[in-house]
């Protein structure tokens, strides 16, 4: 017959093993940790996946719609055949362009302490070069510096700059 002691024991495995093959107890589900894991990354990716294809949609119909505010607008930035907004009077055109030289060391004129140097780009004139001469104080630049100077717009409204970059005097003749 088996003894008392035997007999606990027995019972004490027994337990033991009903535990262990528990499902519903507080540990049962840790084997499966890594399932559960590889669940939640693949949810987060797809989760930031949508995300950015959310972003690229919204920015790309924000694209087109100033794409498309820009195209029905006029020169004057008003909205074409708009009759609430003033037409805005264009901007004057560029002054006409001072006559072209060729610049020599000894046959051309030039005002200024630094006539021998575009004061635009601050190069030394070399025999050859092309050179404008503004036709009001006399002062002369690479044919492209001043070109591009009377070309850039100083403002948003799109104003020249129709002066001298040394003396600010009138472009056009007086």
Not at 16 to 30: E, F, K, L, M
Not at 65 to 85: I, L, N, Y
Not at 134 to 149: D, K, L, T
């Amino acid at each position: 017959m088996a003894t008392p002691e035997h007999a606990h024991a027995g019972r004490g495995n027994a337990t033991a093993t009903a535990i262990a093959t528990n499902r519903w107890g507080p540990y049962s589900g840790a084997g499966d940790f890594a399932g559960n894991m590889a669940i939640i990354l693949a949810s987060l990716l797809a989760a930031l996946a949508l995300a950015l294809a959310l972003h690229a949609g919204v920015r790309c119909l924000l694209r087109r719609r100033r794409q498309r505010q820009r195209q029905g607008r006029g020169v004057d930035g008003a909205a074409e055949g708009d009759p609430e907004k003033p037409a805005v009077a264009e901007p004057a055109p560029p002054p006409p362009l001072p006559p072209l030289l060729v610049y020599s060391a000894s046959g051309t004129r030039l005002a200024g302490a630094a006539a021998h140097e575009c004061a635009i780009c601050l190069a030394e004139f070399a025999e050859g070069d092309a050179v404008r001469a503004m036709p009001a104080c006399g002062h002369g630049f690479h044919a492209r510096c001043i070109e591009r100077w009377l070309a850039v717009p100083t403002s948003a409204a799109g104003s020249r700059r129709p002066s001298c970059p040394t003396c600010r005097a009138p472009a056009a003749p007086p």
